[in-house]
């Protein structure tokens, strides 16, 4: 696909070919791109625009790249698709969530199977009735990366949503009746967690033919909590970030 609007470098990440690997870790927050670029030999920074910030060095000597997508799904489907201009095929976003069921604590992973598509950004890739499931072979990664570091995990379904607030304060909604509706069965569903970016990830990997898997940290449980149960409350992302780097380095073994 040739590049829309931009003559040299993709319009809103700002990078090119040969910039990019083919192995790309997906922050939202772009204050997070640095602190998982030191997981990477020879990070430099590649480009910054916009909620965009890109790194790319190595894991075991193949290009790895990071770049944060922003929050929510069309923000992230922008960065995929130009991503896989400048030659990216595999991606895992590395991310915070907020736990739904109670055995899944704050300070856990999540590692997603697939995601609820609760947002608006896939409707204009999928029809409703198809799918966002992650990548076999990307999740497996991921959940050898997490047993081999003996980081407490989950695999399961999550959540992708377009409203925080809604999530959060849903009786001051308009439509709150059926959001409090719709998250119940949710939950009675058995899906792990909360986060708003998966389903347009998994989305467009499908549409795109390329290779995504997703591994979150659980903030906090808002079920336990309205439940009486202590609510623990984990903000540092080291733990998901190290899982996916070990996913990457797996992967970059299999692929060879």
């Known amino acids: 696909m040739k ?7 993709e319009f809103h990440i700002g990078t090119k070919p040969g910039e990019i690997g083919r192995y790309v870790i997906l922050p939202g927050d772009p204050g997070r791109c640095e602190k998982i670029a030191a997981h990477l030999e020879n990070a430099r920074k590649v480009s910054q625009n916009r909620e965009y910030i890109t790194y790319t060095g190595e894991l075991d000597g193949v290009a790895v790249s990071v770049t944060s997508t922003g929050i929510g799904g069309p923000s992230t489907a922008i960065a995929v698709e130009e ?17 739904m069921q109670t055995e899944v604590e704050g300070g856990h992973c999540v590692i997603a199977t697939g995601a609820v598509r609760a947002e608006g950004t896939t409707r204009e890739y999928a029809p409703y009735a198809f799918p966002a499931v992650a990548d076999f072979y990307v999740t497996d990664a991921l959940r050898k990366g997490a047993e081999r570091l003996q980081i407490p995990h989950h695999l399961g379904v999550v959540h992708s949503k377009d409203n925080f607030y809604g999530q959060h304060d849903p009786a001051s909604m308009p439509v709150g009746g059926m959001l409090k509706e719709e998250w119940e069965a949710w939950c009675r569903l058995g899906t792990k967690c909360s986060e708003m970016e998966s389903a347009s990830l998994f989305i467009v990997a499908a549409a795109r033919r390329v290779r995504a898997g997703a591994v979150f940290l659980v903030i906090a449980n808002q079920t336990r909590r309205e439940q009486g149960f202590e609510d623990r409350q984990v903000y540092d992302t080291e ?11 797996e992967l970059i073994g299999r692929d060879r």
């Open 239 to 249: 733990l998901p970030i190290r899982i996916a780097v070990e996913g990457i380095k």
């Open 3 to 9: 590049l829309v609007y931009a003559k040299e470098r």
């Open 83 to 99: 991503l896989i201009h400048c030659g990216a095929d595999t991606f895992i976003r590395v991310g915070t969530s907020g736990g």
